[in-house]
């Protein structure tokens, strides 16, 4: 890696449920810091909602002057649990990988199925029937609505046993 010293991030691991904490702290103390953040697509009781969560839980990029000389400052920081290293080896980030993180702000599940779509079965004995999604079902199930033997059938499945067309 031919970075430029200043150009460099490195990875600080948070003490649980302390990375709010720990990012003010170094804010405060001066580091550039970067915590990516997705806005995800979920189903919580059956409702789709948009959730903020953190790409990396428990784990900031931080990005000193100098990185021998503030490594115990880092490591005292109230809310950090320290500087990840391997053995003696402290990882580097370049800030083109920054950059590209920086870059990607939310993401939508595109495989998650909506009220009204239309789905193949493809385990069990309705392998290769078409059903309509009526009402989801908690973040992994659905229920269905499909023919079979000349009646409309309700039934529940998980998403892994149907493809989204």
């Not at 920054?98 to 939310?106: E, S």
């Amino acid at each position: 890696m031919n970075e430029l010293e200043s150009d460099v991030w490195y990875i600080v691991r948070t003490k649980p449920k302390q990375e709010e904490r720990a990012i003010l702290n170094l804010e405060n103390q001066g580091f550039g810091v970067f915590a990516p953040e997705l806005t995800v697509k979920k189903v919580r009781r059956g409702v789709r909602t948009s959730v903020v969560e953190r790409m990396f839980p428990g784990y900031v990029f931080v990005k000193p002057d100098d990185i021998i000389e503030q490594f115990y400052k880092l490591r005292s920081t109230y809310g950090v649990a320290g500087v990840l290293r391997f053995g003696d080896n402290i990882p580097k980030v370049p800030q083109r990988w920054i950059d590209q993180m920086r870059g990607v702000d939310q993401l939508t599940d595109e495989q998650a199925p909506q009220i009204g779509d239309t789905v193949e079965i493809q385990q069990g004995p309705f392998r290769g029937f078409l059903a309509k999604i009526v009402k989801l079902d908690g973040e992994s199930r659905c229920f269905v609505m499909l023919e079979w033997m000349q009646k409309e059938v309700k039934a529940n499945f998980s998403y892994k046993e149907l493809q989204f067309q």
